[in-house]
């Protein structure tokens, strides 16, 4: 049994020790799932963690638009669905990311940002994760590679206020694409660009309204996801309230100890 990692009080800045110092790039991550609410900043996060451990950061958004662009039949598949009004269902996104999974540049790891966003996309993955383990092992890989190691998962919480401010407060700039906040992170002078002068701009999507809806599916759909992780041995949950690096080295840490116990009871 792995012992539950609380990181969401790790030291902030400045009061880590040299003993607790992390070097990402020595750890095999192997997976990771990135969970949270919309704007908690799973994106800024996952480009973080793919970058120190050298592994690819992986949406279903991304996925989405890649098998479009390639004209493949879940692509196909999915447009469809999409140009009748409807989300794409559990296991044509499963597929989807099965066939992502089966790269070779997932060998070491991942970060899959934001799924599973179902209870069902949950489970589909455990056992994929656990058939994937099973079949390296009877290829007798285990001792040549990257061992197979379990699921962890990262869920960044942030209250539903600060989430409101994040969402409705974006605009940006589009001439430079410069992304502002008016509450977070406001121009210099109101409503226009710091570097060129333009007229900021806010997406037609980032509105108290359609916020609420997102957080409702969010509470349905995907809350439930995060206490079933909760309720496991590999789950780690950081406060996204503080600044971006303060969070990526609480999570690094997390990864870190779940990743250098597990190496320990091998040894023995």
Not at 22 to 44: C, D, N, Q, R
Not at 79 to 97: F, R, S
């Amino acid at each position: 049994m792995v012992t539950l990692v609380a990181v969401s009080d790790a030291p902030k800045k400045g009061g880590t020790s040299s003993s607790e110092k992390i070097s990402a790039s020595e750890t095999v991550p192997g997976p990771i799932l990135l969970l949270g609410a919309p704007g908690s900043g799973k994106g800024t996060q996952g480009k973080s963690m793919a970058a120190s451990w050298g592994i690819p950061q992986i949406s279903t958004g991304d996925i989405l638009r890649e098998n479009r662009a390639r004209g493949t039949a879940l692509g196909k598949a999915a447009e469809k669905l999409m140009g009748e009004g409807k989300l794409a269902p559990d296991d044509l996104v499963n597929k989807m990311v099965a066939e992502r999974l089966a790269q070779p540049d997932t060998a070491r790891g991942f970060v899959l940002d934001g799924y599973p966003r179902t209870l069902p996309q949950a489970e589909w993955l455990e056992r994929s994760l656990a058939q994937r383990a099973d079949a390296q092992r009877v290829d007798g890989q285990a001792e040549t590679t990257v061992p197979a190691l379990a699921a962890i998962a990262v869920n960044i919480r942030v209250s539903y206020t600060e989430l409101l401010r994040r969402i409705t407060g974006r605009r940006n700039c589009p001439t430079c694409h410069r992304i502002y906040n008016v509450y977070l992170k406001p121009p210099q002078v109101d409503t226009v660009c710091d570097v060129d002068g333009t007229p900021l701009v806010a997406r037609a999507d980032d509105v108290e309204t359609v916020f609420e809806e997102r957080m409702r599916v969010y509470d349905a759909q995907t809350a439930p996801v995060v206490e079933h992780y909760r309720a496991g041995d590999r789950f780690i949950e950081v406060d996204g309230e503080r600044p971006a690096d303060e969070v990526a080295a609480a999570i690094t840490a997390g990864i870190e100890r779940f990743r250098t116990e597990e190496r320990l009871r091998n040894l023995f």
